[in-house]
């Protein structure tokens, strides 16, 4: 490899083993491997473009803003939400909530 500077200094019983996958692999990188940033601006075609028509919030369903009393479900049964009431004590949640 012509980039490399100065004689590879590899495991004595690797001996023909490509001096870049070595080096790659070991806890050290030569200079010629370090990545350097380059700040510039991005070109256009690369940027994202956001065009939004209309208004987003049209379609959401409207929520119900005093929901039906508590009917037990397959994962939120009425021992589960006991235990909830025990664990978090009055003034956790809101009347309404």
Do not use: C, W
Not at 43 to 64: M, S
């Amino acid at each position: 490899m012509n980039y490399m500077l100065g004689k590879y200094r590899g495991r004595p019983d690797k001996g023909n083993e490509d001096p870049v996958l070595s080096v790659l692999a070991s806890n050290y990188k030569p200079v010629a491997l370090k990545v350097k940033l380059v700040y510039a601006e991005l070109p256009e075609h690369f940027r994202i473009k956001h065009e939004i028509t209309g208004d987003p919030l049209v379609d959401l369903p409207k929520l119900n803003p005093n929901p039906p009393d508590f009917t037990p479900t397959g994962h939120y049964t009425q021992e589960r939400m006991n235990e909830f009431d025990q664990i978090h004590k009055e003034g956790f949640l809101l009347p309404d909530e």
